[in-house]
C-alpha cells in the first residue's frame, strides 16, 4: 500500500476492445488525478481538457445540453481501496455513475519507476467490450 501513497497525475486512458482497436475515451487532451492515501481512502478525478463552460453563471445552472456534455467529459470517486496481490480494489463509495456507487472496482496494477499503470478487466463502454489502461505519474509539486 505504501507505493501507491501519493498523488498521481493521469499520462494517458486508452480504451482497447477485442479486435485491437484503441480509442481515446476523452481523447488525447485529458487531465486527472488519482490520490491514494495513507489512511486508506483514495480519489480520483478525470476531465477532457478545454470543457466547455456553461453560458450560465449559476453554479447549479445550465441547459440540458451543457449538463450532458460536462457529464460526458469527466468521471470521479472516490472511496476506501486495498491492495492484494497484484490488484488495487477501489471501493466506490460516491461516483459520478451512480451504478458503481457502493461498488468495489478492481485495477490491474505494474509500477515502472515513477509510472503506474492501471488496467480494468474487460467491461461494456461505448456498445462494446474493452479493457481500459491508465498510465499515471508520480506528481511533483511546482515550486
Known amino acids: 500500500m505504501q507505493r501507491f501513497t501519493g498523488t498521481w497525475k493521469l499520462v494517458s486512458w486508452e480504451s482497447r476492445d477485442a479486435q485491437g482497436s484503441i480509442s481515446y475515451p476523452f481523447g ?7 490520490m491514494y492515501g495513507a489512511d486508506g ?13 456553461f ?10 445540453a451543457e449538463k450532458a456534455n460536462a457529464y460526458e467529459t469527466y468521471l470521479s470517486y472516490c472511496g476506501l481501496y486495498r491492495v492484494q496481490d497484484n490488484i488495487v480494489t477501489h471501493n466506490c463509495e460516491i461516483n459520478l455513475y451512480p451504478n458503481w456507487s457502493g461498488v ?40
Open 55 to 64: 453560458v450560465s453563471k449559476d453554479f447549479f445552472g445550465g441547459s440540458q
Open 104 to 143: 468495489s472496482q478492481e485495477r490491474f496494477y505494474k509500477f515502472y519507476t515513477n509510472r503506474l499503470e492501471l488496467s480494468t478487466a474487460p467491461f461494456f463502454t461505448d456498445g462494446k467490450e474493452q479493457t481500459h489502461h491508465l498510465i499515471w505519474e508520480k506528481a511533483k509539486i511546482m515550486g
Open 28 to 34: 488525447r487532451e485529458i487531465i486527472g488525478y488519482i
Open 41 to 53: 481512502y483514495m480519489s480520483v478525478v478525470i476531465a477532457k481538457k478545454n470543457r466547455i463552460p
